[in-house]
């Protein structure tokens, strides 16, 4: 009697496996007519049939619910929740989900939900996995592509923070076949920093050279990426990887002077900087970069003349170098402003050494004088400028320039 309730059980098991192959099976048929309706609706397309299109594009919607419907019984069943085959036709299904919009509300997770699907395959099967390769990389390869566009129009659609996801999904679903789409990784660190997630970009940069994927502008904004973290020894460590590998890269030495002035250590490459200047004599950036660092008060560098004398060099090379102009002027203005005010700190009786101040500081507001009115020049609409200006002529006693301004 115990036998025979045995072999009741088994039977009922068997039939219970053979109905979960069918669901399988049924998924397979139901994708298959699917495929056949959104091939009819393509063919209408071209024929500019655009309302029979929609018609058989909504069969198709049908019958992929269907398939959808089988194949998600069939991985949730003990019976055939380990079949490669049955996890192979489920990402076919959710891939035509996520590559068609008509079928997008049946699920909006479907490109991640294939790739998922796809990797389950060859855990479970190599063999079934290798021998079905080849249709598999098809579908794997066109859901990268389509993260990939997703990520470019979120991208100049400023949406940096879904670019970055897509673009990293992009590179990952590459993975799942053992390549690499360093391109796409690229992308998701350019994106992680423009959205300001700046830990991410380090990570996926460091990827990127981890890869072989070696070029000046991944050193250069790595090293902006570990400025914004606050990491000196990382952004020092990596531009000058990159300096050694690009040394004539303009980018790279920019970066390179920006980190030591960051790290107020610009003296260290000061002669370096000069010797930079010199040999790229037609660019007027590097003689600036030195009348900047030459005229920062807080550096132990800081002289004005030779501030003023690169700023000069600029101008000679762009005659229309509108910040040289403005960096002059501020600092002649910074010091007349500085020696106005210890004249009008002395004690009153102390008239000779009052007017010995003042006419210094006259003298230094006359220098500055040009340098600010070129500035207004080249940039009139800037109302700071316009201010130091009117101030200027105030203080001497240019009146009428001083009334036209106010016009």
């Not at 590179?171 to 796409?184: F, P, R, T, V, W």
């Not at 002027?329 to 008239?351: C, F, H, R, T």
């Not at 009052?354 to 940039?379: G, N, T």
């Not at 400028?385 to 001083?402: E, G, H, S, V």
Request: proline share 2%; glycine share 4%; charged share 25%.
């Amino acid at each position: 009697m115990k036998k025979l309730v045995l072999v009741l059980a088994l039977g009922f098991i068997g039939h219970f496996a053979i109905a979960q192959n069918i669901q399988v099976q049924n998924a397979f048929n139901h994708n298959k007519s699917a495929q056949q309706y959104i091939e009819q609706a393509e063919v209408l397309r071209t024929q500019n049939r655009i309302e029979k299109a929609d018609k058989q594009m909504n069969n198709a919607k049908a019958y992929i619910q269907k398939a959808k419907d089988a194949i998600d019984a069939s991985v949730q069943n003990e019976q055939t929740i380990n079949d490669a085959k049955a996890w192979h036709y489920y990402g076919v299904i959710y891939y035509k989900i996520g590559i068609y919009p008509e079928f997008s509300d049946l699920d909006n997770d479907a490109f991640q939900k294939s790739l998922d699907a796809f990797s389950k395959v060859q855990t479970l099967n190599q063999k079934y996995y290798e021998d079905n390769i080849a249709e598999i990389s098809q579908y794997i390869k066109s859901i990268g592509s389509a993260y990939y566009d997703n990520g470019a129009n979120n991208f100049n659609e400023s949406n940096f923070v879904d670019a970055t996801t897509n673009f990293k999904k992009a590179y990952d679903a590459a993975l799942i076949i053992g390549e690499q789409d360093n391109s796409a990784l690229e992308n998701a660190a350019l994106s992680s920093m423009r959205a300001g997630d700046f830990e991410k970009s380090c990570e996926y940069y460091q990827t990127l050279l981890d890869n072989g994927y070696d070029k000046a502008s991944i050193y250069q904004n790595l090293t902006i990426a570990y400025r914004n973290l606050g990491d000196n020894d990382k952004m020092l460590e990596t531009v000058l990887k990159g300096k050694e590998k690009y040394p004539e890269d303009a980018n790279i030495i920019n970066e390179m002077i920006n980190t030591y002035i960051t790290l107020n250590r610009e003296a260290e490459i000061i002669d370096e900087l000069i010797a930079i200047a010199e040999k790229f004599n037609t660019e007027p950036v590097y003689y600036f970069i030195l009348g900047t660092i030459y005229g920062n008060s807080e550096s132990e560098l800081f002289n004005i003349d030779e501030a003023v004398s690169y700023y000069n060099k600029a101008i000679q090379i762009d005659p229309n170098y509108e910040n040289a102009y403005i960096n002059i002027g501020s600092l002649y203005i910074d010091q007349a402003a500085q020696l106005y005010n210890k004249a009008n700190d002395l004690p009153i009786e102390m008239v000779k050494e009052y007017d010995q101040l003042i006419s210094e500081a006259k003298s230094y507001d006359e220098k500055a004088l040009p340098y600010v009115e070129k500035s207004y020049e080249l940039l009139p609409d800037d109302e700071a400028i316009k201010q130091a200006l009117k101030t200027l002529y105030n203080r001497l006693k240019m009146t009428d320039k001083a009334a036209e301004l106010n016009k």
